[in-house]
């Protein structure tokens, strides 16, 4: 398995990350010292040359705040680099629960911001193009630097923030994080520094990335942060998952320690949160779009109807879809027509405004997709209701063309 899964991966890269060496050590500089210790970042530079400033990409590491290097973020940043970003992986102080907190990495993430735009010429960069990366914990910080104003803004000083946003299985919604809370020491309200409940106009454009069994940082927040993005004008694409945990860990009853990222979907982020960025001019290689592969079709379809988004189902299915009700040795036809299938999922949902499904077990062979579904939903009378089923899509051209359902407990 593990070779076909490193062609799909190459053949999604760009030419030039294949053909160039990226530089394996960073240059490290210090970009900040405090009264404790100096702050470095670490310094990915493209490969050539280049006639004109580049774009910048600041990558932030996960860890809760509290652990964690710029080190583990190495690989995401040589990525950015082989598609002609100056990628930077940067330090920050952890929160150590007797004086460091949160706050102080905030400060670090926009004085990083704010060192690059000083430093642009020296690192040949463009300053109205520096864009952010977060990963997990490292997303809040990412989002905070853009949205979180300073208590005393200094006159004249250089912008501390992002003006793009590409954060994966990020944490946006902190409020009632009482580990978060605690590592504050009391300094400041989680409200105030949560990035769901700091949306306004003019915040740079966001890509997320996020499975919807993150058991570590809820996707509800990653969720409701882009729906209050989109209501205030802002750009923002949330890329969901269905049936992954955090980093998109397969492993769903462990996702703090031991990952096992689905390859399929991993490499599906990356592509995706790459072509975000060469849309938007960040990049020097541009990123052509990649054909939906099956697996993430059948992603797309479960995540739509977990959000009930009767048109984005529609989408993923073709014009002569069938469904099939498989029961015993009998084959039903359920749906027959992509309008067929909406109507009936409005009614569906009208009738089952609770309901969702959930992933148990996913496997692809060519263009057939097998999925063990659990659907959930609750009755009028707020009893739970549940639904174990085998599922089997056929995808052809990017689009669902038949689904046989075997329903197999209640």
Not at 15 to 29: K, N, S
Not at 38 to 50: E, I, K, M
Request: net charge positive; aromatic share 8%.
């Amino acid at each position: 398995m593990l070779r076909p899964i490193l062609i799909f991966f190459a053949a999604m890269l760009p030419p030039a990350v294949l053909a160039q060496d990226i530089e394996r050590t960073p240059r490290i500089e210090t970009y900040k010292r405090t009264a404790t210790m100096p702050l470095t970042a670490h310094v990915f530079a493209p490969p050539g040359t280049a006639n004109s400033p580049r774009a910048a990409i600041l990558l932030f590491h996960g860890g809760g705040w509290n652990t964690g290097s710029p080190e583990s973020v190495y690989a995401s940043a040589r990525r950015f680099a082989g598609l002609g970003m100056v990628a930077i992986a940067i330090q920050y102080r952890l929160s150590d629960g007797k004086s460091i907190t949160p706050l102080d990495a905030i400060d670090d993430a926009r004085d990083a911001f704010r060192w690059v735009r000083n430093v642009a010429m020296n690192l040949n960069v463009d300053p109205n193009r520096v864009a952010a990366y977060g990963v997990s914990t490292g997303g809040q910080l990412a989002v905070a630097a853009a949205l979180v104003l300073p208590k005393v803004p200094v006159v004249g000083a250089v912008r501390g923030g992002p003006d793009a946003i590409v954060l994966y299985s990020p944490a946006l919604a902190v409020t009632d994080d009482g580990r978060f809370n605690k590592l504050l020491l009391k300094r400041a309200k989680t409200k105030d520094i949560s990035p769901d409940q700091l949306v306004r106009p003019g915040a740079p454009p966001t890509f997320i990335s996020h499975g919807d069994e993150d058991s570590l940082i809820p996707y509800g927040g990653s969720r409701n942060f882009c729906r209050k993005m989109k209501e205030a004008g802002n750009d923002c694409e949330l890329r969901t998952y269905t049936g992954l945990g955090h980093l998109l860990t397969r492993k769903l009853d462990e996702q703090e320690t031991l990952f096992d990222a689905d390859p399929v979907a991993r490499a599906d982020a990356w592509h995706a949160e790459q072509k975000f960025l060469s849309d938007r001019g960040f990049t020097e290689i541009k990123v052509a779009a990649a054909p939906d592969r099956p697996e993430m079709v059948v992603r797309a379809l479960l995540a739509a109807f977990n959000a009930h988004d009767v048109d984005a189902m529609a989408k993923r299915v073709a014009d002569d879809f069938v469904w099939f009700d498989v029961t015993g040795d009998k084959l039903n036809v359920e749906t027959r027509g992509r309008d067929a299938l909406r109507k009936g999922m409005e009614g569906y949902f009208k009738k089952n405004p609770t309901a969702t499904s959930g992933v148990h077990m996913l496997s692809t062979n060519d263009n057939f997709v097998s999925v063990r579904e659990r659907a959930a939903w609750k009755t009028k009378n707020g009893e739970s209701r549940a639904q174990t089923a085998i599922a089997v899509y056929e995808v052809v051209d990017g689009l669902i063309k038949r689904v046989w359902y075997f329903p197999t407990q209640q």
